[in-house]
């Protein structure tokens, strides 16, 4: 899956209504995948969707932000580690599309749950590895 995120990263520039870059099909519960593979491979699915296309917004090595496009001042974002071990990630507002100085609220799609800080310039987590 993430191949294909890849893939798809290199001709988001020609994406357009009607002409949309094609995700493939969710991998979802075939036994091949870690959980957090198969939460990682479902969010970057979801972000790809035809009318909002996703993009590779910053990337070092193997950590890296994918961010949707804004929308009504809402944004997804999908912090990937890709490597075997923990790290922290960072994104940083004006990587992603955000104004400086913007005050965001965060929710935690998976955790069902919004976050009691609110973020200023950026957002900051550790991501567990291939997570």
Not at 30 to 39: C, E, S, V
Not at 92 to 110: A, F, K, Q, T, Y
């Amino acid at each position: 899956m993430i191949s294909t995120a890849d893939q798809n990263e290199v001709y988001a520039d020609f994406a357009k209504p009607g002409d949309w870059n094609d995700a493939g099909m969710l991998e979802v519960g075939n036994a091949r995948m870690t959980k957090d593979g198969y939460m990682v491979h479902f969010s970057i699915w979801a972000i790809s969707r035809a009318s909002r296309e996703k993009r590779l917004a910053w990337k070092v090595t193997s950590r890296q932000v994918w961010a949707g496009p804004p929308s009504d001042n809402r944004l997804a974002i999908v912090l990937l580690n890709r490597s075997p071990q923990r790290y922290e990630i960072t994104a940083n507002w004006d990587d992603i599309g955000i104004p400086p100085n913007s005050i965001v609220m965060e929710r935690d799609l998976w955790e069902h749950k919004t976050l009691e800080t609110r973020f200023v310039d950026n957002l900051i987590a550790t991501v567990n590895s291939h997570a």
